[in-house]
């Protein structure tokens, strides 16, 4: 499976913005999806992840009610929709895909597959 990530920006606090992660690979629907971020000078943290038909959600607390994680399988593409971004958000933020869907796998950031980042910059 390779991953691509896109739709970083720069963004004012409050603001919105929506990444895309495509995937290549015929094995898309079998796995589940997620997103990780990285802000500079800290490790990488768990953000979102979605199980391989789309019905159940992990997300991390400071997350939960802002961001919302989708899929289109149709398109092999999953969704971060990101709203009322603080400057904390600012990171690059990666996809991931794995077979496994628990909650202690992805909150671990134990995915297989990885892709580049896309960079979210959010100005107070």
């Known amino acids: 499976v390779q991953l691509q990530a896109f739709g970083g920006g720069l963004v004012q606090a409050g603001g919105s913005l929506r990444l895309s992660c495509a995937a290549s690979g015929r094995t898309f629907l079998s796995r589940a999806m997620g997103w990780f971020r990285q802000a500079p000078g800290k490790e990488r943290e768990f953000v979102a992840a979605i199980n391989w038909s789309g019905d159940s959600t992990y997300y991390r607390e400071s997350v939960k009610g802002r961001f919302t994680i989708s899929r289109e399988n149709g398109k092999n593409t999953v969704y971060l929709q990101l709203n009322r971004l603080k400057p904390e958000d600012t990171a690059v933020y990666y996809c991931?895909?794995?077979?496994?869907?628990?909650?202690?796998?992805?909150?671990?950031?134990?995915?297989?597959?990885w892709g580049q980042g896309t960079q979210v910059t959010v100005s107070s």
């Open positions: 991931a895909a794995d077979h496994a869907y628990t909650w202690d796998n992805w909150y671990n950031g134990r995915a297989n597959y």
